[in-house]
């Protein structure tokens, strides 16, 4: 089947699961849990084919590698789906004019979501639940390096659904992995609604560029961590040393670490050292490396980068506006983090910060849809316009306005 036959097929079944009740939509969702949980050894064997294949390093391994484990978190996440509200047919405003019209403003589905993603199998079921439960057809481009994992977990998904006397085929992956076939997928229009990029910088920039389908861009991650001069100590190694070391792989890890100069003369090498334990590779600026020798030095490009891997780069600054300014100028508007313990410091931070997430006293690693209570989630999307930060269910809605009359007419 053709990539624009593939979109055709989910967009001509997309009715199956936008008119159905929420009672049904959770019924699909359990029965894509539990089959995910009963058939693990069979992902988990097709998972193994793309593992051996891969050849791109061990942190993208990472991001690719399923085990029993990993299938039990995505399948809890669908439960946790069953477990909240449905946002389809929510009324978010409702008045009535001066002529008489009843007017509502309703949360509705999108109609057809197209997902292209890259290494993480686990996107794939996180995909389909979120479109099932906000009623929305799902047609997923998953990379190379991952399809047999993907066709896998589709067929499983779909396989219960229809167990359970549901039509499936609004859920749908293409089967063309090829540069040129991203680019088709990307334009088209007419059959797909909204297109949601998720994975490296490369392909969200190639979706901004080449699609003619509406796209929420879902940014990488260039997350700072900055210690203020007032901060406890062991508060702050230990939020740097998770933000950083818990999983590298991942676009909610810090990469940057920000330091008022008072805090980093008595205690950077304090603050560093759990990282050097761990392997983590350390650069920054002229005044980190003299206060810390083991600190290399850092090239302008250094304090712009995602790395996803064990890398940081340091940077001194004198106070919280130069952090502020720094933090702006630098990072990926993804999450960023001060540790604290002046509030005035830290409110003035929450609020001048132009990140879609913004800590105070807590670790970047939080930026995730399970851990915000939404089930799942779509990606974190870093712009401005319709969705911004951790994307759960009420992101994947559009609205429409109802507007009931007795028969006026303008004059």
Same mark, same amino acid.
């Given at each position: 089947?053709?990539?624009?036959?593939?979109?055709?097929?989910?967009?001509?079944?997309?009715?199956?699961?936008?008119?159905?009740?929420?009672?049904?939509?959770?019924?699909?969702?359990?029965?894509?849990?539990?089959?995910?949980?009963?058939?693990?050894?069979? @992902?988990?064997?097709?998972?193994?084919?793309?593992?051996?294949?891969?050849?791109? =390093?061990?942190?993208?391994?990472?991001?690719?590698?399923?085990?029993?484990?990993?299938?039990?978190?995505?399948?809890?996440?669908?439960?946790?789906?069953?477990?909240?509200?449905?946002?389809?047919?929510?009324? #978010?405003?409702?008045?009535?004019?001066?002529?008489?019209?009843?007017?509502?403003?309703?949360?509705?589905?999108?109609?057809?979501?197209?997902?292209?993603?890259?290494?993480?199998?686990?996107?794939?079921?996180?995909?389909?639940?979120?479109?099932?439960?906000?009623?929305?057809?799902?047609?997923?481009?998953?990379?190379?390096?991952?399809?047999?994992?993907?066709?896998?977990?589709?067929?499983?998904?779909?396989?219960?659904?229809?167990?359970?006397?549901?039509?499936?085929?609004?859920?749908?992956?293409?089967?063309?992995?090829?540069? &040129?076939?991203?680019?088709?997928?990307?334009?088209?229009?007419?059959?797909?609604?909204?297109?949601?990029?998720?994975?490296?910088?490369?392909?969200?920039?190639?979706?901004?560029?080449?699609?003619?389908?509406?796209?929420?861009?879902?940014? #990488?991650?260039?997350?700072?961590?900055?210690?203020?001069?007032?901060?406890?100590?062991?508060?702050?190694?230990?939020?740097?040393?998770?933000?950083?070391?818990?999983?590298?792989?991942?676009?909610?890890?810090? &990469?940057?670490?920000?330091?008022?100069?008072?805090?980093?003369?008595?205690?950077?090498?304090?603050?560093?050292?759990?990282?050097?334990?761990? =392997?983590?590779?350390?650069?920054?600026?002229?005044?980190?490396?003299?206060?810390?020798?083991?600190?290399?030095?850092?090239?302008?490009?250094?304090?712009?980068?995602?790395?996803?891997?064990?890398?940081?780069?340091?940077?001194?600054?004198?106070?919280?506006?130069?952090? @502020?300014?720094?933090?702006?100028?630098?990072?990926?508007?993804?999450?960023?983090? @001060?540790?604290?313990?002046?509030?005035?410091?830290?409110?003035?931070?929450?609020?001048?910060?132009?990140?879609?997430?913004?800590?105070?006293?807590?670790? #970047?690693?939080?930026?995730?849809?399970?851990?915000?209570?939404?089930?799942?989630?779509?990606?974190?999307?870093?712009?401005?316009?319709?969705?911004?930060?951790?994307?759960?269910?009420?992101?994947? #809605?559009?609205?429409?306005?109802?507007?009931?009359?007795?028969?006026?007419?303008?004059?």
């Amino acid at each position: 089947m053709t990539i624009s036959e593939t979109c055709r097929l989910a967009k001509e079944h997309a009715g199956a699961v936008a008119y159905s009740s929420e009672s049904d939509k959770n019924q699909m969702l359990s029965l894509a849990a539990d089959a995910l949980e009963a058939h693990a050894d069979e @992902i988990i064997a097709a998972n193994a084919q793309d593992v051996s294949s891969c050849t791109r =390093g061990e942190q993208f391994r990472d991001r690719l590698m399923l085990n029993a484990a990993r299938i039990a978190g995505i399948a809890e996440g669908l439960r946790q789906l069953v477990r909240l509200s449905c946002p389809v047919g929510e009324v #978010t405003e409702h008045y009535t004019t001066a002529n008489g019209l009843d007017i509502s403003r309703v949360r509705v589905p999108f109609g057809v979501v197209g997902i292209i993603y890259e290494a993480r199998p686990n996107v794939t079921a996180d995909a389909v639940g979120l479109c099932i439960k906000s009623g929305n057809a799902a047609v997923l481009r998953g990379s190379r390096d991952a399809y047999t994992s993907n066709e896998a977990i589709v067929r499983i998904i779909k396989d219960a659904i229809r167990s359970g006397g549901y039509d499936p085929e609004f859920i749908q992956l293409i089967a063309d992995c090829s540069h &040129e076939g991203a680019r088709e997928f990307m334009r088209q229009k007419g059959t797909l609604d909204v297109l949601i990029p998720r994975g490296s910088a490369s392909l969200i920039q190639a979706a901004l560029e080449h699609a003619t389908v509406p796209v929420i861009e879902t940014g #990488t991650g260039n997350c700072h961590v900055y210690v203020e001069k007032s901060a406890d100590m062991k508060m702050a190694a230990k939020i740097l040393c998770n933000a950083k070391t818990q999983r590298t792989s991942v676009c909610n890890a810090c &990469e940057s670490l920000v330091v008022d100069d008072a805090f980093a003369r008595e205690h950077l090498d304090v603050l560093l050292l759990p990282l050097l334990e761990r =392997g983590v590779e350390i650069v920054g600026d002229e005044k980190a490396r003299r206060y810390m020798p083991a600190v290399g030095p850092a090239s302008e490009e250094d304090f712009y980068k995602e790395y996803l891997a064990m890398k940081i780069s340091v940077k001194i600054v004198q106070n919280a506006d130069e952090a @502020i300014a720094w933090i702006n100028e630098h990072s990926t508007h993804h999450s960023e983090s @001060i540790v604290t313990e002046d509030k005035a410091a830290a409110e003035k931070f929450l609020k001048m910060i132009d990140s879609a997430c913004v800590y105070w006293n807590a670790s #970047t690693r939080f930026t995730d849809g399970f851990e915000f209570g939404f089930g799942a989630e779509m990606g974190i999307s870093t712009q401005k316009l319709h969705a911004r930060g951790p994307m759960g269910l009420r992101e994947l #809605t559009s609205y429409k306005f109802v507007i009931r009359g007795s028969g006026q007419i303008r004059g």
